[in-house]
């Protein structure tokens, strides 16, 4: 099996994957990255490419997209084209084609199975965009996004197969290419996650916080009003002043990962502090931190705050789930695909500040109900392990059942399978404007 992976940040969400074929026996696994790629420690086999140029400064704002994947398509299909001169030819290549680097993949293999990684198309109604009216859009905002998945769209007519990460990600995507969308999720490490009572993190002010103290947690890559920090901070002021010893612990960068910088701040967290009066002892702003950091911060917490616009599902509820810990999450369309209310985590209207704060401070307060559900979600999460990831993805490259090898085989590998067998078994979510049917199924279990 010939194996060209590609993405522009490259391993991006492949990395276990990557690990894990590259270790297969009579694989040949490549990858293909941007030279600002962090790479993969282990895999030798990335080839980095850089782009032409910039893109011009006077370019069309609703262009500049379009551009930018012109550039990355031209300067990845280059680097194929080095690739097949020196003798390389791929059965199948995987790809993140966000950024543009699969454009002319078939016109260098065409051949080769192009299996897309389609996490998000774009649309001014029914999702992120509007959703949230402290934020409205504009006319300029409608039409950039719709000349912007002219992208997307000719990422779907391309490919032989595509797959996403849930079912909702699946009903974003028009119709006519949904049959070609297989929904798996490529995995989340759950073997190295689980409760710790233990567990005891030391945040910058020197406070340390362990396992069953009042902590509250929240965490994103970057904080910003996408994954609902506005209104978390919102939230934290009146959960402050009703409870005189609980601490908040939030990890994430200033920047900003999707949507727009405050106008009247350097970032979201300054302009927040400036809204809300917190308690500045109780609050531990901790930046980005390393993994090993992370997982003790959900160890540790009480209750786990994760928000959400109706976007892509994040991988950090899918490990806070996995390590039991509790959880109260938006009632956003993708939250709901794995979150039931009051069976494995609390759901909360994004908008209703003052209920937010209520569920968080009873959910922190603890009880047996609330212990169960934790272990209803730590027992949930199995059903997305890496073993499930790599299982589903290898059989996705050549066609269902077409490659055998690409089933995990060892006995331990066995067993977790027999756990992705099980679908996720959730009622039908709430009916929501213009949402096909499917999205209300379970996550496909491998």
């Given amino acids: 099996m010939r194996l060209l992976v590609v993405h522009q940040n490259f391993p991006g969400q492949f990395g276990h994957l990557v690990r894990a074929w590259a270790n297969r026996p009579g694989w040949d696994v490549r990858a293909l990255g941007r030279d600002t790629a962090p ?7 990335l080839v980095r490419y850089s782009l032409a140029r910039k ?30 001169q020196s003798g390389f030819t791929p059965d199948a290549i995987l790809a993140h084609p966000g ?73 974003r995507h028009p119709e006519i290419f949904q049959p070609k969308i297989t929904v798996q999720h490529e995995g989340i490490a ?34 910003e009003p996408y994954r609902g920090f506005h209104i978390f901070m919102r939230a934290l002021e009146r959960i402050q002043k009703a409870h005189p010893t609980c601490h908040a612990v939030i990890v994430g960068g200033d920047e900003v990962s999707y949507g727009k910088r405050p106008k009247d701040a350097p970032n979201w967290r300054e302009k927040m502090l400036r809204e809300v009066t917190l308690d500045a002892t109780r609050t531990h702003f901790m930046g980005r931190v390393p993994r090993e950091q992370f997982i003790r911060v959900l160890q540790v917490s009480a209750a786990h705050v994760y928000l959400t616009y109706p976007f892509v599902l994040s991988w950090s509820l899918l490990e806070t789930m996995a390590c039991g810990t509790p959880i109260v999450a938006s009632d956003t369309a993708p939250v709901r695909e ?66 055998v090898n690409a089933v995990a085989t060892s006995e331990a590998d066995s067993t977790q399978r027999k756990q992705c067998d099980t679908e996720w078994a959730y009622p039908k979510a709430r009916p929501t404007t213009n949402m096909p049917n499917e999205l209300h199924e379970p996550v496909q279990a491998c």
């Avoid at 080769?112 to 998000?120: D, G, K, M, N, S």
């Avoid at 198309?121 to 409608?142: K, M, V, W």
């Avoid at 985590?345 to 209520?358: H, K, N, S, W």
Wanted: glycine share 10%.
């Fill in 39 to 45: 790479g993969l420690p282990g895999f030798d086999k």
């Fill in 338 to 403: 794995v979150i039931r209310n009051g069976v494995n985590g609390r759901l909360v209207d994004f908008f209703a500040v003052d209920e937010m704060a209520g569920a968080i401070l009873s959910t922190s307060t603890g009880s047996d109900a609330r212990r169960a559900g934790s272990r209803q979600a730590a027992a949930d999460a199995q059903r997305v392990s890496q073993t499930c990831g790599v299982a589903r993805y290898g059989q996705l490259l050549l066609g269902r059942g077409r490659f």
């Fill in 55 to 84: 893109g011009h400064a006077n370019q069309h704002p609703y262009l500049r997209q379009m551009e930018a994947a012109t550039l990355h398509g031209q300067a990845t299909a280059r680097a194929m084209l080095q690739l097949r």
């Fill in 190 to 223: 759950t073997h190295e996650l689980g409760p710790d009572p233990r567990a005891v993190i030391k945040t910058p002010n020197g406070t340390v916080l362990t396992a069953g103290d009042p902590v509250i947690t929240y965490v994103a890559r970057n904080l």
């Fill in 99 to 171: 950024w543009g680097e699969t454009l002319y993949a078939k016109d260098v293999y065409p051949d080769a199975r192009l299996v897309h990684y389609c996490e998000w198309y774009y649309s001014a109604d029914g999702a992120d965009l509007g959703f949230d009216p402290e934020f409205p859009i504009t006319f300029d905002d409608r039409a950039r996004v719709r000349t912007w998945n002219a992208l997307h769209t000719l990422n779907l007519t391309n490919c032989d197969a595509a797959v996403t990460p849930t079912h909702w990600q699946k009903s």
